[in-house]
């Protein structure tokens, strides 16, 4: 199965949600945020640094409830910019 490329949008919004879990996660270590999500912190890392633009909803969530953050926060400060 072949995926088909992800548009510049799509590439922009993986890095505002990385940047934005990466300023929520603050001091704490990568591994303590992706253990209290249960992923890895390999999965965490590529999430912060956007070489995974889109990752799962349900690690999404997992690591907005980590880090107290709700999912309309992030939906509002991930979605594109209006034009």
Do not use: N
Not at 2 to 28: K, S
Not at 62 to 71: K, N
């Amino acid at each position: 199965m072949v995926r088909t490329p992800l548009t510049p949008e799509e590439r922009d919004r993986g890095e505002r949600l990385g940047r934005l879990l990466r300023e929520a996660r603050g001091e704490r270590s990568m591994a303590d945020v992706a253990a209290a999500a249960g992923v890895s912190a390999e999965t965490l890392r590529k999430i912060e640094t956007g070489r995974a633009p889109t990752p799962a909803f349900f690690t999404v969530a997992a690591l907005a409830e980590a880090l107290g953050l709700s999912m309309d926060e992030l939906v509002a400060r991930c979605a594109l910019a209006p034009v």
